[in-house]
């Protein structure tokens, strides 16, 4: 049995980058692989039946899903201080993620497949409801940031940034003459952008604005706002 750790990942997925930046925070070596997800190798079944990334290769076993990935990374150096000790503190951080996940990531995808004037305005109408209630979230725990839970950086942090960018760029390059006053009205709310998109364990995972509009182009189908 082999000791290496392997990340089968693709450079497009959030859900991959979880995974990716819990394993760095956490100090933890590995390789990653990337999965062609247009093309997936045949062997690839093997590694995650469900045929999706994130997976992870570890002690002879196979792990998907983020979330279960980005508590392993957690608990393979719990030293690192990912997680707050105290339980309700652990809740609330699993609290944000759940909120984020149910409320905002599913906006993201709901604009991708409706990128025209009526699903724009039902997106930012519903995007600014949830932005209000994160930025009340973030207050809860410390007036200013830059983290979920302050100045600690933990798995809030890392399961929300590569949805946050995400939502971010389609904002920047699809509603760019959108004024999302709730934003600019919560310095906060700011804060967290910036300090989660700023984390280099982010910046050196992500894809980047432009690999990721290529994205949304040539798999989604939505139109190319940068001709
Ligand atoms: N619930 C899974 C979702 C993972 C997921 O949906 N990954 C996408 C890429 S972002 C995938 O592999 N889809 C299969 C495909 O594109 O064929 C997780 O949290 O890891």
């Given amino acids: 049995m082999t000791d290496k750790i ?8 959030p859900y991959a980058q979880r995974a990716a930046i819990a394993l760095r925070e956490a100090g933890v070596e590995y390789e990653s692989v990337e999965i062609d997800l247009t093309n997936k190798p045949s ?9 999706k990334v994130p ?37 609330e951080v699993r609290f ?3 909120y984020f996940s149910s409320k905002i990531t599913p906006l993201f995808y709901f604009v991708l497949r409706n990128m025209n004037e009526e699903g724009k305005k ?8 949830a932005y209000k209630r994160l930025n ?28 946050l960018t995400r939502v971010l760029a389609i904002q920047k390059a699809y509603l760019k003459d959108v004024k999302f006053d709730v934003i600019d009205q919560s310095p906060r709310l700011q804060q967290f952008f910036e300090g989660l998109l700023t984390r280099s364990s982010h910046a050196d995972t992500y894809c980047g604005d432009n690999y ?11 139109y190319d706002p940068r001709v």
Avoid: M
Wanted: hydrophobic fraction near 45%; proline fraction near 6%; charge should be negative.
């Fill in 6 to 13: 392997v990340l089968y990942t693709a450079l497009i997925c």
């Fill in 43 to 51: 062997w690839y079944k093997d590694v995650n039946p469900e045929l």
């Fill in 55 to 91: 997976a992870l290769s570890i002690k002879g076993k196979s792990i998907a899903e983020s979330l279960v990935l980005v508590e392993l990374a957690n608990d393979l150096h719990p030293e690192k201080g990912l997680l707050p000790e105290d339980p309700v503190k652990r809740a």
């Fill in 96 to 98: 944000v993620i759940e």
């Fill in 122 to 129: 039902e997106y930012v109408e519903k995007i600014t409801i």
């Fill in 136 to 163: 009340e979230l973030l207050l809860e725990q410390a007036t200013s940031g830059p983290y979920f839970l302050g100045d600690q950086y933990s798995l809030a942090d890392i399961a929300i940034a590569p949805f």
């Fill in 212 to 222: 990721l509009i290529d994205g949304f182009v040539n798999r989604w189908g939505v």
